[in-house]
Each structure stands twice: as structure tokens, then as C-alpha cells.
């Protein structure tokens, strides 16, 4: 199934570009001009994710987020022209997930929609991380983005539950650090290899306290960590 991606863009320059990369990418894009049109949309369909600008014609970007975040998580990358900090802060306080500054490069655009869509919705499932979603140990709501472990809701971090999500979905496989920042972090680039180790140390614990006698997270020194297949 194609993934579908709201742009809420009021320039059609920009949302013309914007629309092209996304189609070359394979993702299916529909286009709104006003935060109005866009509620609209988003009230017909479910969209995988929106890009929006923060200057719209008749709301500003912030609003129309807040609007959504009433009734969905669903992951939202900011546009505007304007860098300073204050902004980037305000945006991803009430809820954005990225944030991208004019003028971008589409190819930039699309790696962070891929990078976003891979962390909010493994193998482009929207419920359950790839796995079902009550298989007798895991129980995964992707729309509230919880895991509960041998019927134990577990308090998970954003960063825990992306890292969680990630081995569920592929038990048996060796991530590497470096993967594993890729599925977890916003920026990847700027995290280190102990960064990742003390997620999993955390990661482990919760899991301990929730089932003593089970450590389902394996260690491969000098490669990674893996999920045991079976438990």
C-alpha cells in the first residue's frame, strides 16, 4: 500500500517541488493550500504524514498542528523561512516531529520523511510495529504508542518504545548501533555508540521489572543487540 502524505503548502513553487520528489519517492502526496482545506483532507482520509508550512494564508501552522494533535499522532515535519531557535522549540513543543528551513533540498525533505515514517510506522504498518498486535507476549498500540510485555503496559521513552518497536518487528536480527540510531534518533549523526548503550541498559530494566526471569534483549559484542525469536 502506497503511503499517502498531507502537504499543507500555500506556494506552489515549493509545493510542486515538494509533490514531484514525494511521487518519485513512491509515496502518494496530496496537496491542501489553506489550514481550512487541509482539516478537510485530513478529515476524509488518514494520511501517513503531513508536511506544513507554518505560513499559511489563513492560520498559522502551529495552530492547525494543535488542531490536529486534538484528534491524532500522526507524525507532522514542519516548513518555514524563518531558522531562529525559538521557533524550532515552539513547533516540536506542541507536537511536530522534524523541522525543515527554507530553502530546502528535496532529496533532505524526503530522507526525513522516510526517516520519520520508519520510526512512527515500522514496515508501513500504522498498528502494531510489524508483528500482530496480541501475540501472547507483545501487545503493541502504535496510535498510542505503547507496549505492554506479558500483560504489563511498559513506561517507555519516545526514544524506548522506537527502539522496542525495532527489534519486534525483526526478532532473531542483529542491529547494529549505528542502525539502531538510524530507527531511533532525529538526528543519528549527532549520538554515540554509548548513547545507544545506555537506551538499552534503561530498556532492559523496565523489562526485568515487568518479567524477572526473562532478559529478552541479547548482547552481540562488537556488533549490536537482537531480539530472542522465541519467548
Not at 502537504?7 to 502526496?29: K, N, R
Not at 521557533?87 to 523541522?99: A, F, M, Q
Not at 538499552?200 to 530472542?228: E, F
Amino acid at each position: 500500500m502506497r503511503v499517502s502524505v498531507l502537504i499543507v503548502e500555500d506556494e506552489t513553487a515549493i509545493a510542486d517541488t515538494i509533490q514531484y520528489a514525494l511521487e518519485t519517492e513512491g509515496f502518494t502526496p496530496v496537496l491542501a493550500t489553506t489550514g481550512q482545506e487541509a482539516l478537510e483532507h485530513f478529515a476524509a482520509a488518514p494520511v501517513d504524514l503531513i508536511i506544513l508550512d507554518i505560513g499559511l494564508p489563513d492560520t498559522s501552522g502551529f495552530e492547525l498542528c494543535k488542531q490536529i494533535r486534538q484528534q491524532s499522532d500522526v507524525p507532522i515535519i514542519f516548513l518555514t523561512a524563518r531558522s531562529e531557535e525559538v521557533d524550532r522549540v515552539v513547533g516540536l513543543e506542541i507536537g511536530g516531529d522534524d523541522y525543515v528551513v527554507k530553502p530546502f533540498s528535496p532529496r533532505e525533505l524526503t530522507a526525513r520523511v522516510k526517516a520519520i515514517l520508519r520510526r512512527s510506522h515500522p514496515n508501513g504498518c500504522r498498528n502494531n510495529c510489524g508483528r500482530p498486535a496480541d501475540d501472547g507476549v507483545w501487545q503493541i498500540d502504535g496510535a498510542k504508542r505503547q507496549i505492554v510485555y506479558f500483560g504489563q503496559r511498559l513506561d517507555l521513552s519516545r526514544t524506548e518504545y522506537d527502539l522496542l518497536c525495532t527489534f519486534i518487528r525483526r526478532p532473531g536480527q542483529v542491529f547494529t548501533r549505528d542502525q539502531l540510531m538510524a530507527a531511533a534518533w532525529e538526528e543519528p549523526e549527532a549520538s554515540m555508540d554509548r548513547t545507544v548503550d545506555a537506551h538499552i541498559k534503561n530498556l532492559r530494566a523496565k523489562l526485568k521489572a515487568a518479567k524477572p526471569d526473562v532478559d529478552p534483549i541479547i548482547t552481540h559484542r562488537g556488533t549490536g543487540y537482537a531480539l530472542k525469536e522465541d519467548l
